[in-house]
């Protein structure tokens, strides 16, 4: 942090995420306070960070020399300029395989996020399909870290794919979807098994009534591991048993079940003879930027697939589809989503390093194709077009975003805005207000930067003192954190009011330069397109037409901070439909709370029970029947 005539000054060396800002704003404020910002600062500052591992660069090279030769040519590209003008230091590893250095470039990478490397964001898990392993096992949705002994089926690339399926086998096959915690408390059927979507094993079952549910998860765990015809077979076997023994009921079920199956098998894309697990991956570049559209192809059939954009800039080399590859499958979310091929558009650098280095990294063989044909290259011709097609589309976006923007800029007479947000309240009859903050710049939703506010403390439906606590919340300190040059609020001239308050006594405080302030007023009838833009202080007002771009932009993001509101309140709401008044009574856990509603019936008998009658619970003390009766009477 540098103090130029009684302004504070951030620098940073190339556009960085908060995640990366926040060590490097804290050496500047260590070490650099108060100082001026010139050539000697700059240069003390690039040696701090050197000292403090922030790295520019990391790459690998079986000839040094010659590597680095490569940086100081007469001709070199933008990006590789750049690079050199900030080079401080060079430190370098021998390692004892090329497998082994690319690994390290890799961990290296992801350890220090280097302003020239290629960083793919994809670092989430993945969704499974589970099987517990109960004495009757439950289908489920899971995501997280494989932690809890079960059958995992999956990874899916594709989340609504995921649930899709889990919706498709829970029609199929009947059995539980209860939780654990649900379903051990149970003494009589849910409404799931009277509709005949379960087999109620929460209520004592025959031995055949046992041997048909095992059966039925048995099926499952056949149909998730693509083993589709062996499963119709099967039914097949039994709907003639059952007929055979004159079980007509029996048969009709099994028979039902059967042609439901088929019906679902016709309506899935399968190649014919291609039964096992292959990626195929094609990438397509143009105005410095490059997109890896990636098919996930198991058992024969497309589970999901994805585009992944890097800019050129980047990308350490010149080769883009060998810096996807490499950071694509070295990366531990996806250690258990190998395929047995990989099929590219085009050959890349040191595959049989790759596979190498995948090898020691998850004991897992995969082998790359370029020259494919028959199914294959109709695969590969596939995404291709989805390479294309969505590079495209992200051009187009980006397009319009950049049209929309100087449209709004010259509508409100400003410049140079690079980043917008706006504000918007919900809540349900003044019930868990939540108030939402969405982030925009000139290329769209910086969703990084969204948040959420669970307001307190205010007169509930009170929207002017929810937006004067978000924004007081949001803007505390102005020197810290991003600052919008525009600032919407979904509201009108009360809302307004509330937010030029707070930010005209906030940003004087601190002697900063406010941002500009919109309202979006609603027109009549709430109707798309007659909303009235207001802008702070003056209280000039704008009519736009529909097809303006400024207005198009406005309306996606207060219809973006909208929806994101009332995510939240509804999030919230939910979860304060789940919570037990019980769980507010301090000394209570689970075990009593269980004993609490057995003994009493249920939470309406515990809510009007005497402090005699509490005592009469197992395990409640005189004293903590006591302490219940006062805290379920004073909520």
């Known amino acids: 942090m ?9 620098f940073f060396t190339s556009p960085r995420s908060p995640y990366k800002l926040i060590p490097e704003i804290k ?47 007469k001709e070199v590209n ?6 050199i003008h900030h080079i401080h230091h060079i430190e370098f590893t021998v390692t004892f395989s090329e497998a082994e250095a690319l690994i390290l470039e890799n961990n290296l990478i992801k350890k220090y996020q280097p302003h020239y490397n290629i960083l793919l964001r994809d670092d989430k898990s993945y969704p499974y399909l589970v099987l517990s392993k109960s004495k009757h096992p439950r289908l489920f949705y899971y995501r997280g870290a494989k932690k809890i002994d079960c059958e995992y089926f999956g990874p899916y690339p594709d989340v609504s794919a995921a649930k899709e399926s889990l919706k498709l086998l829970q029609k199929l096959f009947p059995i539980r979807q209860c939780a654990d915690t649900v379903y051990a408390h149970r003494s009589r059927p849910c409404l799931m098994a009277q509709i005949g979507k379960c087999l109620a094993p929460c209520v004592p079952m025959s031995e055949s009534a046992y041997k048909n549910y095992m059966e039925q998860v048995n099926y499952i765990r056949m149909f998730l591991k693509g083993q589709n015809q062996d499963v119709l077979n099967d039914l097949t076997k039994r709907m003639d048993e059952a007929s055979e023994k ?7 079920k099994l028979r039902d079940q059967l042609l439901a199956l088929r019906s679902v098998q016709e309506s899935q894309a399968v190649s014919g003879d291609l039964m096992f697990d292959m990626d195929v991956i094609a990438h397509e570049c143009a105005q410095e930027l490059c997109c890896s559209h990636v098919l996930f192809i198991r058992k024969g059939r497309i589970i999901g697939t994805r585009s992944y954009f890097s800019k050129l800039s980047e990308i350490d080399g010149d080769d883009p589809l060998t810096a996807f590859v490499t950071q694509f499958y070295l990366s531990e979310s996806r250690a258990s989503m190998y395929p047995k091929e990989i099929i590219l ?26 020259s494919v044909r028959a199914e294959r290259a109709k695969y590969l011709k596939l995404a291709k077009e989805n390479a294309k097609a969505s590079l495209q589309a992200k051009l187009a976006d980006k397009t319009t975003a950049k049209k929309r923007i100087e ?84 509201g009108g001239k009360g809302q307004l009011k509330q937010a030029e308050d707070v930010i005209s006594d906030i940003f004087s405080k601190f002697k900063v330069t406010p941002p500009l302030i919109v309202a979006v007023a609603k027109g009549e009838g709430r109707k798309e397109g007659l909303e009235t833009l207001i802008r702070g202080y003056t209280r000039e ?17 207060r219809d973006e901070s909208h929806r994101f509101a009332i995510t939240g309140h509804r999030n919230r709401r939910q979860k ?33 029970a005497s402090v005699e009658e509490l005592k009469k619970v197992p395990g409640i003390s005189a004293q903590m029947a006591e302490d219940i009766y006062e805290t379920i009477h004073s909520l």
Not at 78 to 83: E, G, R
Not at 454 to 471: C, K, R, S, W, Y
Not at 576 to 593: C, D, F, M
Request: hydrophobic share 40%.
């Open 345 to 370: 558009d085009d050959k890349i650098e040191e595959p049989e390093v790759i596979a190498e280095a995948v090898k020691k990294h998850c004991s897992k063989e995969i082998h790359f194709l370029t």
């Open 541 to 557: 007002e704008y009519h736009l037409t529909l097809d303006d771009p400024a207005l198009q932009l406005v309306l996606h993001i």
């Open 246 to 252: 004159l079980e007509f009921e029996e048969a009709a």
């Open 576 to 608: 304060a439909r789940t919570h037990s008044v019980l769980e507010n009574i301090q000394g209570i856990g689970p075990k009593r709370r269980q004993a609490l509603l057995k003994h009493l019936g249920g939470i309406r008998e515990v809510m009007n």
């Open 78 to 83: 933008f990006k590789t300029n750049a690079l």
């Open 407 to 490: 449209s709004l800029e010259q509508l409100l007479h400003i410049s140079n805005v690079n980043h917008i947000e706006c504000y918007d309240i919900s809540h349900t009859q003044g019930e868990l207000t939540v108030a939402s903050c969405v982030s925009f710049n000139r290329e769209g939703p910086d969703s990084a930067n969204y948040r959420r506010f669970n307001i307190e403390g205010i007169t509930p439906g009170d929207d002017f003192a929810a937006m004067h606590q978000v924004l007081t919340r949001r803007f505390k300190d102005p020197c810290e954190g991003i600052i919008p040059e525009l600032i919407f609020i979904d």
């Open 2 to 10: 540098a103090t130029i005539e009684s302004r504070t000054l951030f």
């Open 27 to 73: 050496l500047l404020i260590d070490e650099l306070k108060g100082e001026k910002w010139n050539k000697q600062t700059q240069i003390k500052f690039a040696d701090l960070l050197q000292r403090n591992n922030n790295f520019n660069n990391v790459g690998k090279a079986k000839d040094l020399k010659k590597r680095l030769s490569s940086y100081f040519l």
